[in-house]
Structure formats: C-alpha cells, structure tokens
C-alpha cells in the first residue's frame, strides 16, 4: 500500500522539490478551476463466510495498521421491550459486557483487556444489538477468545445491575432539561403513537422492574448463530482467519426457530396541535412530524435527492429561506426518514425564539407545502445531484466503512451491490421524480406540530393553527411511593380530623378573616461547610404572592412570587426564576397551615385519613390532602387537634426528596395558635431550623414591594 | 501485499510494534510520506501521503487562541473563526466594489453611535437612538449585497466533507476535506479565506456568538461554574478568561477589532498548513505553493509576556443552583514543553482511562459516590502553564463532600503508594495502541501532524512523545504527584444544589466566592 517504500524514488522526490518550482497559474474565479475527472476506483469486496448454522461473517483485509477490529450485529433491538420492562433491552446491552461470563467476572475482563490496550463492548440500539472488538493484531487469539466468552457465556452478574440502571434512573431524572430532547422524545411519540415501542421510553418502574433472568432470558432467546452477521477487518489473511472463525463458531448450535412479532406502530396519521408549556425558556423547539418509508421502498432514492433539497446542507430550502431570513431560526432541518426495516418519520425541526414561534411555523409550512407544488428547478436539481454524488466517495474512503455497510445490507435482507446501486439511482433522479415523491411522502394534512416552548411569549396563539391539545410531561414517580388508599370511609374520617386540626389553629371566623401573613425569624442552615445563620422575614399574601427576605453574612436578597411571576432581587441584578421554581413557590404558600385550613369548605381541597405514625412521644394520625398541584401530609395530634409535623415531596434534580417540618414552641397570635419553632430535615437529614420571633396578621402589603425593582440603566 | 510472519509468545504485540518498519505505524515509514517547506512567506506546509481512497483533508492551525486576546476584546480569536466562514472579496458577495463602500458605512456608523452610547457625561438620548437607526439602516443595505453561506455551498456541491473550525485558548483550527480531484479548488478557497477575508455580516454574526454564549455557558450550570473557576484558579495569566468572551467585551468590540487582530496573528509565520491523503508531494506542493504563496510575509506576532505567579492560597469557588450537584479540582502544572509532561499524561490516564481507572474503581465501583469521574491534564490549555483537572458527578443522594473525600484518597494513594508494574505497563501500551489507531484516518492525521508541527516546530514529537512516555518511572510519578497535588496549589470549584422549598436558604442562581486564606 505504500507508495515510498522504494528509498531512491523518495529521495528523488525530494530533490525535485528542493528546486524552485515555477508558479503555476492561479485562477481569480472559482468557477474557472478545472475539476479533472475523479480516478476510478474499485470498491474492495469483503469474503463473504455463511456457516452451516446460518451465521454470516465477512472478512476484509486492511494491512496498513496492525490492528484488528470485528463486530457482531445481533438481531435484538430496544422495540423489542415488553411494555411493562422498557428499558431491558438497554440494561442488558450493558450488561452483557460489564456482568462477565461465566467464568470470568466483568472486572476480571476489565484487567485483562486493559493490559493489553483492548476492548471487547457491548451495545444495543433500535433494531440491533452489537457485540464489538478492537485489538492490536498480536493480541487478536486472545481477545477473540473473550469476544466469544462474552458473546456466548455472560453472567449478567447481580452486582453490576444497579449501576446499568443507575444510569439510566439518572437519564429518565434528566430527561425533561432540555428542551430540545423533549421535542425530539414527544415527536416520535406522536409520530409513531405512544405506546409504539419505537416511541415508548423507560420509566423509573418499569427499569425497576427488570431482573437479572429477564437479561439471562433475553440472551437466550435472541443470541443465536443464525441471528448473526459478523464482520472482521484488519491486518490478517482472510483465508486463515475463515479457518479459525469456522472453528470457533461452527458448532454454534442454531436458535429455536420462532421469529420475533415486528414492532407495532400507529399506521393511520394523528394530526393535530400539540404544546408542551416550559416557562424557563425563551426559544420554542418546534417539530413536525408523520410517518416516513422503509429503505426498501422504490422511492429511496429520489427522497434522497428531494430532502437534500428541502433540508439538506448550505443550499437547502429550510437553511437558505427559513434560517436567513433574519434571525428567524437559530437551527433548522428535516426531511424524510427511513428504517432499515420499519418507516422512518418525515422529520422537520425548528428552533427560534419565542417570539417568532407562529412565524417560524408558517415558514416550515410554506417551504413544505412548496414541494408539493412544484418540481424543484434544474439549478437546485443539479446542485443537490452533485452535493450527493461528489461526497460519494467519502462512504468508501475506508476499509472500515465499507466492510460495515457490507454487514448492515447483508444483515437487513439488501443486496450486497447497494452502494453502486445508490449511486447509479441517485444519477437518473429527475425534477419530475422529486415533485412525485413529495406528493407521495410529504403530506401537510396529516402533520402533527408540536411546540416545546413559552405560549406566553408566541407572536400568535398556538390555536391559530388549530386545536391545540397540551401535553403532561410530568416523569412518573418512582414506585414504591403508594399513597394510602382512598375511600369514602377514609375521606370521612379525613374530613373530622382536618377540621379538629383547623379548630386547633383558631376559631373558623378568625382563620379565616387572615389575608396576608408576615413571619420573622433567624433559620440556621446546615451547608456541607457548617452552619449558616440567616434574618428571614417572609410575607405570604394570600392566595398567590409570596415575599421572602433573606438576609446573609454575604448580603440581603429578596425571593418574590407574583402573579406576574418570580424572581429573585439582589444588588447585583434581578433574575426571573423558572417556571419550575415558580410553582415550588406557590405550593410553599399554599403549604401554610393557615392557608389550607381556611379550604375546609373548597372542593378543590380533598383530604384522606391515613393511617398512624409516632411523632417524638405521640402517636399521630396522619392526613393525605390536597389542592390545585399541591400535595401534603399532615401529622396531627388526635388528642388536641395540634398540627406536629408536615410532609411533603419535592422532586429535587438528584430525584425525589422527602421534606419534614416539625413543629413545636406554639403560642397565641391574634386569636391563633401558631408554631414559633421549625425544625426542616430533607430525606432524613437535619436541613435547617426557623426561630420565630415574630408572627403578624394583616398587616396589608405594597404592590410596589411584589414588582420587580427597576433595572440600572445602560451606562 | 506485505505479509507478516505471525510472532508467538505472549508479549506478542509489543514485538510486532518494534519490528515493521514496512507498516504504517511509526516514525520511520511516516518520514517517507511525509514532506515538510516553509514558503518564503513563513507558512509551514506539512504533507502526508496516504493513497487508500481518492480523498483527502486538510488541517489550517493557527499559533493563535483566546490567550493573545487583550484585555478588553475577549472573544475576538473565536470572532474571526465565525468571519473565516462569510467568504472573501469575490465568494459572499454580489458586487464587491459596492460591499466594500456599503461595510466601510457600517464601521463608521456603529463607531459613532457606541461613542455617543458611551459618553458617561452629556450623552444625549436622541442622538444615540438616531445614531443607532442610521447604523442599523446601514447593516441594512450592506446585508443587500450579501450572497449567504456561499463559502460553504461551494465546498458541500463539490462534494466536501466535515466542514468545521474550533477556537480554544491555545489555538485555532480549520478543516474539512475533499474528494482528491477538488486540491486546486481547496487551494483557492482555504487560502483565500486567509488572503481577502471580508467582514460582512459582522454585527449579526456577533448576536449569533451572544447567543451561542448565553446557550453554552450562561443557561448551563457546569459552564458558568468553569468560567468562574477558570478566573479563580488563574490570577494572571489569560487562560482566566473564556474563549467566547465576557459578555461586556462581546456587546462592545468592532469589525476594525476583529481585523485588527488579524492582521496581527493570522500571519503565514504563525501558520501551519497540513494535508493528508491520496496526494503526491511533488503534485500538491506546486499547487499549494502558487495560491498559500500570496499570503504576504509578516512578522511573527511577539508572545504575551505575563507568567502566572505560582498559586499561595488555596481557592474555593461555590455555585449555588437548582441543578443537579457537580465536584472538580484543579492542581497547577507546568507547560507542555516541561520534562515531565509525559508524567502528568501518565497519571491522567492511569485517573481516567476505561473501567480499570482509579477514579472509575474508586468513586463508581467500590464507594459508589459519583455516576462518573475523570482527572486530566492541560486544562484549559496546554501551551502555557495550566492545571491537572479532577472532577466527580455525584450520584443521586451523594454529596460533593463525599466525592471530594474519594477524590483526595485517590490522590494520596498516587503520593504515598508507588503504582504496579502492571498498571504502569497497561498506561505505555494503550498510549502506543492508541497512536496506532490514530493514523489510520485522514482528517485525524492532519490534526495530529500539524498540531504537533504547530507545537513543537517538529510532527515527529507526535511519535516522540510516545517514546518520552514509555521513559516514565513509579518513582516519576510520585515525585511529581508530590509536587502539585498539595492543598496550597489547588481550586475547588462545586456546584451545590439549592433545594426549591426549604426557606430560601442561599442566594440562588448568584455565584458566590469564598476565598479561603
């Protein structure tokens, strides 16, 4: 392979350039640079091996390194999860590797590999699941040696379970930050339908839900010989590497023969308006969406020039209109989708801030609609036939490459000449042809829209385009946390209790005669560093303003809920606090016994009684209430009515947490019985503690005290 | 088709990497392919023949990065990274001769209106908003003349590859590549964009850098939290800055700034030009000598002066945030051109690499604190003095305490336990494995070659290095981890998760410094 390995001809060489080299002309218009014609160049073909078992292997040769790198596709893929367990198919692709095998656990694996600079990986995708290798060649027996281990014998070992659901616990946690994500993740669901498992997404119970049989099974029903492509590349000889291979895997006894059910999907289209409300934001992440094709489909191909085209590099329609038109899109693409087995979605994102969200829209939807209406002109046709053809070169610029191409043809049922033909399909694509798929495959009445973004901030309602249908992503909560039954009997009881715990508090006229009040104390915070004490004075004005001054050894601040929104003001500005803090706020004063007991009478409050729990010496009886998003648990006192404790749940960035308030020191204020001692512990750990100086009702509040300070002006 | 007699014996691989000289793999096969000249003009040209398919790629490195920003005009480096992209006097634009008049309008205006924006006495509110009417008015007009993303269509209908750029704090790069009949057009285009670049679109591109700064770092907690590290951990030096820039300098530098700036640095003296592919030197030489030729002769921009003083005090930066918690630690080390950079390489991948790392088997495996973990090197550069980088992501229920804890044992085990023979010889075999799977890519060579040129002045230190880490002794590693890693020598900076409902506690979202002395 290499060209210099004859000494003289390169020192030859480098005596022609040591010579001054005339200049060569140079053009002044790019246009005017000659492109020769591209060298011919035959596309290696790998060796192909089928086994008497029906495993297929392919082997190419590439001596310019001495490595050697395989892999095996396995026919198992995410769509095949049962509903209730979605998620095994990703455990167990990374399971399979770090578990071990039966004689050798993971970290055994881990040494052995490590020392010699190896890897043996495991992986699972949609559709596939993958075994892979990497060695340098000298090593290459003893690494096929585990490859093999690992692919026929893991142990799926208990004690690497957790961590593979860790993290996945930890991506569910995490997967409504971004707003991208969520467009993407709520996309395909309307796409596809939501129970489609090409939608569906793991859920803290159904990950919980796997065990270490479910990986075992799920190994012995899929890995077989005869559900195998395997491909090899590197520096070896493909005759003595076919000789080893079919040793090695010859006597794999074939699988059972049962097929596996194709993954269902949703065939007729759901279009509609679809919103997803995230306040935190001030861009909207726009997606819209259909079913798209099957590779297989004859259509291929001038999809392929038609969404070059439409969504495609530089050139394309949705880059050069709806992305330059000035400040309109800071992202944009889309087009056709295809599976290798099952359709793809017609796929068109839009990310643009908030006030340009209807506009946006309109935009794709022109640019959509325009495909449909007429071909695309000889210039466009030209320039997307070339962009196409020219980088063709670039899907066999290796051995790798192509050897991997090779193995996906060979393993989805494609002939084994795809590549050439693409190019030759690709080459007889006419302007006729593109406006006919886009007909066929582009279809503006059966979209759905869905926009991830800030309704408040749209340059037009979202029902502009229709019946706008808004969607809870709420992340269920892990199991485990059941809420005691609800019964008519346990509603009743809740209902006596509640209202001795009201009476506890003060007489119903004078609850609720209470508009606004004002609570002033020190907290001492525990903070990884030692103990922190802060002046906190909070104001809460029922039903929706929440005040809070806090004042640190570093500096004062104030926290404010309004009904235009929260925010928090320091001397180094003002921040609008997101949506999520928001509603956090909200329920902290709604949480305010005092504000709840004036609910007894509301429908909108619903109280259950349930069950007993030892509180320090008493044993109290405990409250399951709720109202508007706010849920909570009260400890009461059955005796006197005294409200002892509170709990509730917060879902924290790390997961659930558990806050418990305590309550003591009570004393009279105005008629009430309010606690002037708060001890706060989060998840079983001390978190602060609330010394209440001072507790006054209705004292009236200023307006211009819940509205943002003025900011500095520019200098 | 060379065929390699298969070696036995268990240390198999190691012989075969000391035996072919006829494979692709080492020093001596890649001083036959590879060709270096400096032009006349100063600029290095590397070029690197490897015929396996009719493509190739290309590497511009450019000996300049955030550090040679003054202060003031942070963010400019990466500015003109976004500039090298609109074209040149003749790609981007519809008549030039109209452009160049109609930007010359844009500068003058946006510089009247930002002097009068910035009178502190006797500014008047109508004339700036006059001034920024006309200014606007005139980005208007010269936007007309503009031909958008011209630069890039050209390289996607020629069939181009992976077009793209990076700016750091050291450096920066351009790249993509090229089916092998496109070398005259690559030529034309990768120099012109150095001969003629144009600044048009400036002030728009500018919002667009805002935006990527308020996206990257401002909404991203581990982003602000390293920014406010950076400017901790370094008192001096530049690498205290961020490479997109303060927000103040971004909303206030020019088109003249920009140019300015590169005029200084992008200078073929401070450039090294790398081309890997089915290209013959003696073919492609010529060619890239008759167009990268015309870059004029400059001289070598001076090298910023100021050292970072040695660090006194350890320093503690603590954000406090809604989001999830994160631990990091940074140890001041010398530059990449100290004798004992082979040892800092050592230990970041005996800290990180794969599942047999100390951190993986300490934090994730054994104490399960933190979901992953990770400790490395030349950080945020490596040219000028910089840290050896320790950071933990706690798991859900673990504290920054905790992994703070499992991070110092690991440390002091380095300090006080020598590592094994195996470990140690695990290290120098993946750093020779994984040179060897570097070469067998174009695009991943002309990095590797030209950055290594750009440098050291010499692409062999690419394999050198290698030969400098296999020199690395138990008693190197330990005499260096007892040099950096002590208390007076680091920062710390941590995310602390604001619980939402507990009394407002802390200052939210704020940053907050505690310096400890």
């Not at chain 1, 084994?416 to 042809?433: G, H, N, P, W």
């Not at chain 1, 404790?645 to 009430?672: K, Q």
């Not at chain 2, 000996?63 to 005009?73: H, I, L, M, R, T």
């Amino acid at each position: 392979m290499n060209r210099f390995a004859n000494r003289a001809l390169a020192a030859a060489a480098a005596a022609l350039l040591l010579a001054p080299a005339p200049l060569l002309a140079q053009a002044k218009d790019w246009k005017e640079i000659p492109t020769p014609p591209l060298k011919s160049f035959s596309i290696a073909k790998p060796k192909r091996v089928a086994l008497p078992n029906g495993m297929v292997v392919l082997l190419m040769e590439d001596h310019e390194l001495p490595l050697v790198n395989a892999f095996a596709l396995v026919k198992a893929g995410r769509r095949d999860d049962p509903a209730a367990k979605t998620g095994l198919g990703a455990i167990a692709g990374e399971v399979w590797r770090t578990g071990g095998t039966k004689s050798k656990t993971g970290d055994e694996l881990d040494d052995f590999l490590e020392a010699r600079a190896a890897k043996v990986e495991s992986g699972i995708g949609t559709t596939t699941a993958s075994l892979s290798l990497s060695c340098l060649k000298g090593d290459f027996d003893a690494v096929l040696a585990v490859f093999d281990d690992v692919l026929r014998n893991p142990e799926f070992r208990e004690e690497k379970i957790p961590l593979a659901k860790n993290q996945l616990n930890t991506s569910i946690a995490r997967r409504n930050d971004e707003p991208m994500q969520i467009a993407a993740r709520e996309a395909t669901k309307l796409g596809y339908g939501p129970d489609s498992p090409y939608a569906r997404v793991p859920e803290y119970a159904t990950v919980a839900a796997v065990t270490r049989e479910d990986l075992l099974a799920w190994h012995k029903r899929n890995v077989h010989p005869d559900r195998i492509v395997m491909g090899v590349t590197g520096d070896f000889d493909a005759k003595e590497m076919e000789t080893k291979l079919r040793k090695l895997f010859g006597t794999w006894p074939k699988g059972p023969a049962a097929a596996p059910a194709p993954a269902p999907y949703r065939k007729e289209p759901k279009p509609g308006v679809f919103l997803v409300e995230k306040d935190d934001v001030n861009q909207s992440s726009i997606r819209l969406v259909h079913l798209g094709i099957e590779k297989k489909d004859p259509d291929y191909f001038p999809l392929e020039v038609m969404n070059e085209i439409f969504g495609g590099g530089f050139s394309s329609r949705l880059f050069s209109r709806v992305r330059s038109d000035k400040g309109l899109a800071y992202a944009v693409f889309g087009g056709v989708g295809n599976g290798w087995d099952y359709p793809g979605l017609f796929n068109v994102f839009l990310g643009t801030k908030s006030a340009t969200t209807a506009t946006g829209i309109d935009a794709l939807m022109k640019e959509i609609k325009g495909l449909l209406e007429a071909p695309p002109t000889e210039e466009e046709l030209k320039k997307a036939k070339d962009t196409i053809l020219n980088s063709f070169v670039f899907r066999f610029d290796s051995k790798a490459k192509i050897l991997r191409e090779q193995a996906e043809n060979e393993f989805f049922g494609f002939p084994a000449d795809f590549l050439q033909k693409y190019r030759s399909e690709i080459e007889k694509v006419t302007a006729a042809d593109v406006q006919r798929v886009a007909k066929k495959h582009v279809r503006p009445q059966d979209l759905a829209i869905l926009v991830v973004g800030k309704s408040a901030d749209f340059d037009r309602p979202l029902s502009s385009f229709g019946p706008v249908t808004t969607l809870d992503i709420t992340i269920p909560p892990p199991p485990g946390e059941k809420k005691a039954a609800t019964t008519d009997a346990t509603k009743a009881a809740g209902r006596v209790l509640f209202s001795k715990a009201a009476l506890a508090i003060g007489p119903a006229e004078k609850v609720a005669a209470v508009k606004d009040l004002t609570t002033k104390g020190k907290a001492t915070v525990k903070t990884p560093q030692g103990e922190m004490e802060l002046g906190i004075t909070t104001q809460a004005v029922f039903p929706d303003r929440l005040r809070s001054e806090i004042q640190t050894p570093m500096g004062g601040m104030n926290q404010v809920l309004a009904p235009a929104g929260a925010f928090i003001a320091s001397p180094m500005g003002n921040q609008d606090l997101p949506g999520s803090m928001r509603d956090e706020m909200l329920k902290q004063l709604q949480r305010s016994p005092v504000f709840l007991a004036q609910k007894a009478n509301d429908p909108k409050l619903s109280v259950s009684a349930a069950g007993k729990e030892k509180v320090g010496e008493i044993e109290a009886q405990i409250l399951d209430i709720a109202y508007e998003k706010l849920e909570v648990k009260w400890f009461v006192d059955p005796a006197t009515g005294r409200l002892l404790r509170t709990s509730h749940s917060g879902t924290g960035p790390a997961g659930p947490a558990t806050v418990i308030t305590d309550y003591a020191d009570f004393r009279p204020v105005d008629g009430l019985t309010l606690p002037f001692l708060h001890e706060v512990s989060q998840n079983g750990q001390k978190a602060q503690t609330l010394k209440v100086e001072e507790i006054r009702l209705n004292t009236g509040f200023d307006p211009k005290s819940f509205e943002k300070p003025a900011p500095k002006p520019a200098s | 088709m060379l065929k390699f007699r298969r070696p036995t014996g268990p240390l198999v691989a190691l012989l075969v990497l000391a035996a072919g000289s006829a494979s692709a793999q080492d020093l001596a096969s890649f001083e036959k392919r590879v060709t270096s000249k400096t032009l006349d003009n100063g600029l290095t040209v590397l070029v690197c023949e490897r015929p396996v398919a009719p493509v190739f790629s290309f590497f511009t490195h450019v000996n300049a990065g955030g550090v040679q920003e003054q202060v003031g005009q942070t963010g400019l480096a990466h500015m003109f990274e976004h500039m090298a992209f609109k074209g040149t006097d003749r790609i981007g634009t519809k008549d030039f001769e109209a452009e160049k008049k109609a930007l010359a309008k844009v500068e003058a205006a946006f510089l009247a209106y930002d002097a009068e924006r910035r009178k502190a006495a006797g500014r008047d509110a109508k004339k700036v908003a006059d001034l920024e009417k006309a200014w606007k008015d005139a980005m208007a007009e010269a936007d007309k003349l503009v031909v958008s993303n011209e630069f890039g269509q050209i390289i996607d209908q020629a069939g181009g590859e992976g077009l793209n750029a990076f700016t750091s704090w050291d450096e920066t790069g351009y790249f993509f590549s090229m089916p092998a009949n496109r070398l005259e057009l690559w030529a034309y285009l990768e120099s012109g964009r150095f001969l003629t670049p144009v600044f048009r679109e400036f002030y728009k591109e500018r919002d667009v850098v805002m935006e990527e700064r308020r996206m990257r770092t401002d909404s991203s907690p581990v982003g602000r939290l390293i920014e406010q590290f950076l400017a901790a951990a370094f008192t001096a030096h530049p690498y205290r800055r961020p490479v997109v820039g303060w927000a103040s300098d971004l909303a206030a530098f020019t088109a003249t700034d920009a140019e300015r700036f590169f005029k200084t640095y992008y200078v073929p003296s401070n450039m090294v030009l790398t081309v890997v592919g089915d290209v013959k030197a003696s073919e492609v030489m010529p060619v890239i000598e008759t167009y990268f030729g015309r870059l004029p002769k400059a001289p070598k921009p001076e090298e910023i002066r100021t050292e970072e003083p040695p660090q006194i005090a350890e320093k503690e930066i603590v954000l406090v945030d809604p989001s999830q918690p994160f631990y990091l630690e940074g140890y001041h080390k010398p530059s990449a051109y100290h004798p004992d950079d082979a040892v800092y390489d050592v230990i970041g991948d005996l800290m990180t690499s794969g599942r047999t790392s100390r951190l993986f088997r300490g934090l994730v495996r054994d104490k399960k604190v933190a979901a992953y973990a990770g400790g490395f090197p030349g950080f945020p550069g490596d040219k000028y003095p910089n840290l050896f980088l320790v950071f933990g992501v706690p798991l859900p229920g673990k504290t920054n305490a905790e992994v703070k804890d499992a991070v110092r044992a690991e440390i002091e085990r380095l300090k006080n336990e020598d590592v094994t023979d195996a470990e140690l010889q695990m290290v120098k075999t993946r750093a020779k494995a994984n040179l060897i799977r570097r070469l067998g890519d174009n695009q991943g060579l002309a990095n590797q070659l030209g950055g290594f040129q750009a440098r050291y002045g010499d692409w062999r230190e690419l394999f050198r290095s290698i030969d400098r880490l296999d020199k690395v002794t138990k008693a190197d590693i330990r005499r260096v981890a007892n040099e950096i890693f002590v208390p007076k020598n680091r920062t710390v900076g941590r995310i602390e998760t604001k619980a939402a409902d507990a009394a407002p506690a802390q200052p939210a979202p704020a940053a907050k410094e505690e310096k400890k002395s």
